[in-house]
């Protein structure tokens, strides 16, 4: 058995808050939307993986999720002009990655990062 795909579900009555954050600040197009589930990614080839932490590194909070992106500065430029509040960094990490942390409407915590 080989595994195809992960695909994270998070539970929300408000969809259209998920696209103004994983369509308008991300950039993830809508792949699928059939009114009670919207599912939002790219055409991009991505690397699959899972993590298990005790910490978010650096004696930060495990993140929900974390979304490696091209231009960090470019992503933190974006997040301040929709009003995203950062929580965390931006921070040049021992480990090799520059990152920070938003939440998305839902309450989950977003590691946004880029290797270095």
Request: glycine share 10%; proline share 4%.
């Amino acid at each position: 058995m080989k595994v195809r795909r992960i695909v994270t579900n998070i539970d929300s009555k408000d969809l259209e808050k998920a696209e103004a954050f994983y369509g308008k600040f991300l950039g993830l197009d809508i792949l699928m939307d059939h009114g009670w589930i919207k599912t939002f990614g790219s055409s991009e080839k991505m690397t699959l993986q899972v993590s298990v932490a005790s910490e978010g590194g650096s004696g930060t909070a495990v993140p929900d999720l974390s979304i490696e992106v091209d231009d960090l500065s470019a992503a933190l430029r974006k997040a301040k002009e929709l009003g995203i509040p950062v929580e965390y960094g931006p921070e040049s990490e021992p480990w090799g990655v520059r990152r920070f942390y938003v939440r998305d409407p839902f309450g989950k915590l977003i590691n946004v990062l880029q290797h270095h």
